[in-house]
């Protein structure tokens, strides 16, 4: 196998320590845990009573607009990246030599209930319309590949297995 | 009862600001919904079924494209209203 030398010139993260990278890297030498206590109603029933949520919600880090539009996956992919552009220096680069590669373990899975008890309950006229952009796996790339218009291999995803961890990663 | 153009010019601005983001007081009767307010056409979708539930009142898929200003929008609810 011949192995290929990569540059990293920019880090993102939203993640259960912190809305950024500098806050979760800190966190992870202080040893915090990001695993909290589910205490809202829907968790009530199911046997699972903790998890590891992200530290800030995505609706303090977008405009109402982008939350509307965009799934959390999407939400999650596009604050990372920015901080990583940001950290990259912004730089003006060739669009067509810019690509994006995202990894989801499922991509917009929380749109698709959604929008299937709304299709049970209120009928197909009100499904939303952005229902596909917002459910499918390649969701983050594509809106991260909008953003920063990048021309080459646009929206592509790869498949990322979780064991034991919730992990989702992006390369621009 | 046909509602009044004022109200539904009202309710349209929430509706636009609500699902793009564009500010209720750019939202005025001759704006072309594509060029000047640049909204796409999957929120376009989004705004005219909220009319719909809104006003109560039924605009066909095949209207949809008719609906080229704020104005065309008012106009056809009034209408659809009587």
Same mark, same amino acid.
């Given at each position: ?20 990278? /500098? ?5 992870? *030498? ?6 909290? !206590? ?13 998890? /590891? ?7 303090? =880090?977008?405009?109402? #607009?982008?939350?509307?539009? %965009? ?6 992919? *596009? ?23 995202? /990894? ?10 959604? =929008? ?9 006229? *009100?499904?939303?319309?952005?229902? #596909?952009?917002? %459910? ?30 919730? !992990? ?5 | ?7 539904? +010019? ?31 056409? +999957? ?40």
């Amino acid at each position: 196998m011949t192995r290929r030398r990569v540059v990293v010139t920019g880090l993102g993260a939203t993640t259960p320590l912190g809305g950024d990278v /500098a806050t979760t890297w800190a966190g992870l *030498l202080a040893g915090k845990s990001g695993v909290r !206590s589910l205490t809202e109603d829907w968790a009530q029933t199911i046997p699972v009573t903790f998890a /590891a949520r992200v530290a800030v919600e995505p609706s303090e =880090q977008m405009e109402r #607009v982008e939350i509307r539009r %965009l799934d959390r996956s999407e939400q999650f992919g *596009l604050i990372a990246s920015r901080e990583a552009w940001k950290d990259a220096g912004s730089p003006e680069i060739d669009k067509e030599r810019l690509g994006v590669v995202v /990894a989801s373990g499922i991509g917009g899975v929380t749109t698709l209930l959604e =929008q299937y008890d709304i299709l049970n309950g209120k009928g197909a006229r *009100l499904v939303s319309p952005h229902t #596909v952009p917002m %459910l499918m796996p390649n969701g983050p790339a594509a809106n991260i590949g909008l953003e920063l218009q990048a021309q080459a291999g646009v929206p592509h995803t790869c498949k990322c297995m979780c064991i034991g961890r919730g !992990s989702n990663w992006l390369c621009i | 009862m046909a509602l009044a153009q004022a109200d539904v +010019l009202a309710g349209l601005k929430e509706i636009v600001e609500e699902v793009a983001g564009i500010p209720a007081a750019s939202v005025e009767l001759d704006k072309n919904f594509t060029d000047d307010l640049d909204v796409d056409s +999957l929120s376009m979708v989004e705004v005219v079924v909220a009319a719909e539930e809104r006003f109560g009142v039924k605009i066909p898929d095949e209207s949809v494209t008719d609906l080229v200003t704020v104005g065309d929008a008012v106009n056809f609810i009034v209408n659809a209203s009587k």
